[in-house]
């Protein structure tokens, strides 16, 4: 068996010639990021953005030659619409609430006319669960609304969208890499929901160190590249804050609504609020708020408000969004997750399952 090294890689896409001759992809310096685990090899194409059609017979050939060496499982190759040269810079808009809706660096390259969302064959409704800031417990949301939402008989899809700390392998004790028949990835699958997510594809201790092009097209093809069959709902984990990933997600397909989550403090609520305003400048109806690591519960019944009380509650209201949940700190929370069995799914009827319960169903009433 031939030993998978990223030089390997090389000597293969050395014979994939690029269009109009003259040079290959390694010759041309156009292959970045490559990624190899378990037989699965990831890697990206960059070119300018006008040739992308013209590189897509070229992206597909590559796939098919590295798909040939022997101990190839899967292949995934992008297309990044890199491009050096800086756009016109636009205006700011206004914004009802008076906060940013977009990033600096948004402002600052100006924003191009976005493609057509185009529906998911299969997938009835698409949920974003957000977040401005990381370490709120937005993937501890995501992936028991998920399980909550597929305890109630939907069929429920989970996207781990988060491409820089993918965790819902492990959240969900998942092991192993998506099977793929040719054409699309097969989901993996666990507590009755179908997941995908880039954790599958890398060492959970390999950096991502992929520019915002290749970012975007991770997650296109992980949205429109797997075999979701039929869905009621796709649970969309995003990452942090207002950047590729989530303008990627808007603007290629259509977003149901957006579920916000925050801890109380004012530092992470400056945060929620810019991506509350963000879904709202892309037309993206804002389901509502979700209060998490709300209060500790002491033994006795007694709570203490370690990030402050309150603090998403009222800012939901003064948005004039709705609050969906309210989460505490429950030690059992944190233990399910670490150990690949979320509370929606090791304990239901519990009471720490109880906020994510009144979450699922907040969500499929707004749906």
Not at 148 to 161: E, F, M, T
Not at 186 to 198: L, R
Not at 209 to 218: F, L
Not at 288 to 310: C, K, L, Q, T
């Amino acid at each position: 068996m031939t030993d998978l090294t990223p030089d390997t890689i090389r000597k293969a896409l050395a014979h994939v010639s690029i269009p109009g001759g003259g040079n290959d992809l390694i010759g041309a310096g156009l292959v970045s990021g490559i990624v190899i685990r378990e037989g699965a090899v990831g890697f990206a194409i960059e070119i300018d953005p006008k040739h992308a059609d013209l590189f897509e017979p070229t992206r597909a050939e590559a796939e098919r030659i590295i798909q040939m060496i022997p101990g190839v499982a899967k292949v995934t190759v992008v297309l990044t619409a890199h491009s050096d040269t800086p756009a016109t810079p636009a205006p700011p808009q206004p914004h009802r609430h008076g906060k940013a809706g977009l990033s600096a660096r948004a402002r600052k390259e100006g924003t191009p006319k976005p493609p057509t969302p185009e529906a998911i064959p299969g997938i009835d409704k698409i949920v974003a669960v957000a977040s401005g800031k990381g370490g709120v417990g937005k993937s501890t949301v995501a992936v028991n609304l998920a399980i909550a939402l597929a305890n109630q008989g939907k069929r429920v899809g989970l996207l781990d969208a988060d491409i820089y700390g993918p965790s819902m392998p492990r959240m969900l004790g998942l092991t192993g890499k998506p099977e793929s028949d040719g054409k699309k990835l097969q989901p993996m699958e666990a507590f009755g929901i179908k997941v995908m997510s880039m954790g599958f594809l890398v060492d959970e201790d390999t950096p991502m160190i992929w520019r915002g092009p290749m970012v975007m097209s991770a997650v296109t093809q992980m949205l429109k590249d797997v075999e979701w069959g039929e869905l009621d709902v796709l649970v969309v984990d995003m990452p942090p804050g207002t950047g590729d990933a989530q303008l990627t997600l808007v603007q290629r397909v259509p977003v149901a609504g957006a579920v916000i989550v925050s801890t109380p403090q004012e530092i992470a609520l400056i945060d929620a609020r810019r991506g509350l305003a963000m879904f709202e400048r892309v037309g993206v109806k804002v389901l509502g708020m979700v209060e998490n690591m709300a209060w500790f519960e002491g033994p006795d019944g007694s709570r203490s408000y370690i990030f402050g009380e309150g603090g998403v509650k009222r800012t939901a209201k003064t948005l004039g969004a709705d609050l969906l949940a309210e989460i505490p700190l429950y030690p059992e929370i944190r233990e399910t997750s670490d150990d690949g069995t979320p509370i929606t799914a090791f304990a239901p009827d519990s009471k720490a399952a109880a906020p994510f319960v009144a979450l699922a169903n907040a969500v499929a009433a707004k749906l």
